[in-house]
T-cell receptor
């Protein structure tokens, strides 16, 4: 079974530029999550989708971050414009529906904002 | 809201020695508890979890953790570590009834020395 796929793996941009990350979850997983992991910290949930609807985006900085999952499968997370403090690893995870279901994580996209 | 504290950011240990990685949590409601592991250049993987039942849970590679409600702890232990156990370990918590809303600790880097 293929795991969660993310691209690109690495990205370097200058502040005020825009950037987009892509995630393809495990086949059949209706729930998809985006996390931000700043160096030295644990992952922090940014947004959770169930199918193509948003379940929780309370910690998403909506003035500059946006995410979509139009067809309920893959998802895109965008930052526009980027700030220095956005330098982090962006993790995508997916799970089946159900409160006992395990989240499976992708390898992440490492973003450096200069 | 829940929070997780991993007091040790770095734990060096010699091969075949025992190890304990500490995790304490705070929550006003019942919780589920998790340990995730992140090997170099790989995504987070679930190591073990406590949802209900026996307070002692085990992983397939020899780790175990015990849920201690009175001490609000979920420490991870292994009686004899291997070089291949070198990784970063994250403790996470979610409120009961929802294994999807994970709050992570800041992680503990376990380095096994020959």
């Amino acid at each position: 079974e293929a795991g969660v796929a993310q691209s690109p793996r690495y990205k370097i941009i200058e502040k005020r530029q825009s950037v987009a990350f892509w995630c393809n979850p495990i086949s059949g997983h209706a729930t998809l999550y985006w996390y931000q992991q700043i160096l030295g910290q644990g992952p922090k949930l940014l947004i959770q989708f169930q199918n193509n609807g948003v379940v929780d985006d309370s910690q998403l900085p909506k003035d500059r971050f946006s995410a979509e999952r139009l067809k309920g499968v893959d998802s895109t997370l965008k930052i526009q414009p980027a700030k220095l403090e956005d330098s982090a690893v962006y993790l995508c995870a997916s799970s089946l529906i159900g409160w006992r279901e395990t989240q499976y994580f992708g390898p992440g996209t490492r973003l450096l904002v200069l | 809201a829940q929070s997780v504290t991993q007091l040790d950011s770095q734990v060096p240990v010699f091969e075949e020695a025992p190890v304990e990685l500490r995790c304490n949590y705070s929550s006003s409601v019942s919780v589920y508890l998790f340990w995730y592991v992140q090997y170099p250049n790989q995504g987070l993987q679930l190591l073990l979890k406590y949802l209900s039942g026996s307070t002692l849970v085990e992983s397939i590679n020899g780790f175990e953790a015990e849920f201690n409600k009175s001490q609000t702890s979920f420490h991870l232990r292994k009686p004899s570590v291997h070089i291949s156990d070198t990784a970063e370990y994250f403790c996470a918590v979610s409120r009961s009834g929802s294994a999807r809303q994970l709050t992570f600790g800041s992680g503990t880097q376990l380095t096994v020395l020959p």
